[in-house]
């Protein structure tokens, strides 16, 4: 089964960790991609920085055991 996990972090240090210490869970096996953004808003007294990753990756490794869904 396909899985995402979502990170949102305001300083781009602190999502780097999040994210190092999750990828450090998976087998290299499961992991399938990494999306990232960075977002910002002004609300006329300082610039709030959003980044934001999401890692795809695979729950289990014994996919081919389920059966096929043609979809």
């Known amino acids: 089964m396909i899985k995402v ?7 781009e240090v602190d999502l780097q960790e999040k994210i190092n210490e999750f990828l ?10 990494i999306k990232y ?7 006329y007294k300082s610039q709030i920085y959003c980044y934001s990753a999401m ?3 695979k729950d289990k490794l014994n996919d081919e055991d389920e059966e096929d869904d043609d979809y």
């Open 5 to 11: 996990r979502i990170f949102d972090e305001e300083h």
């Open 55 to 57: 890692i795809i990756y």
């Open 24 to 33: 450090e869970k998976l087998k290299d096996e499961q992991f399938i991609d």
């Open 37 to 43: 953004q960075i977002s910002t808003l002004y609300d």
